[in-house]
Nanobody, 119 residues
Framework: QVQLVESGGGLVQAGGSLRLSCAAS????????MNWFRQAPGKEREFVAS????????AYTDSVKGRFTISRDNAKNTAYLQMNTLKPEDTAVYYC????????????WGQGTQVTISS
């Protein structure tokens, strides 16, 4: 079955960095657009970043542009989110999502990883 497993979350001080990983299994990884979303307490889940199947095209929400970098390694079936210059407002549960490129209505979610930024 399809599994997306996020890792790399934790507690860091403002200004610090974290790298999240999303390891996929049960899917042809190279056929899926990979996304990162986040959900802060009391807020709706929001889009953070996206990368196309080849890794040649990325997109970010405005609040993380210049600080976060999404990447993927198709040989390792893994997507990454490098987060630098972290701010307290980045505190959230971070989820990865794999969306089938030829039919994006087919998608899968990971279980999430907690990121907490202290001021």
């Amino acid at each position: 079955q399809v599994q997306l497993v996020e890792s790399g979350g934790g507690l860091v001080q403002a200004g610090g960095s974290l790298r999240l990983s999303c390891a996929a299994s049960g899917v042809t990884f190279g056929a899926y657009i990979m996304n990162w979303f986040r959900q802060a307490p009391g807020k709706e889940r929001e889009f953070v970043a996206s990368i196309d199947v080849s890794g040649g095209s990325t997109a970010y929400t405005d609040s993380v542009k210049g600080r976060f970098t999404i990447s993927r390694d198709n040989a390792k079936n893994t997507a990454y989110l490098q987060m630098n210059t972290l701010k307290p407002e980045d505190t959230a549960v971070y989820y990865c999502r794999a969306a089938y490129a030829v039919r994006p209505t087919i998608y899968y979610w990971g279980q999430g990883t907690q990121v907490t930024i202290s001021s």
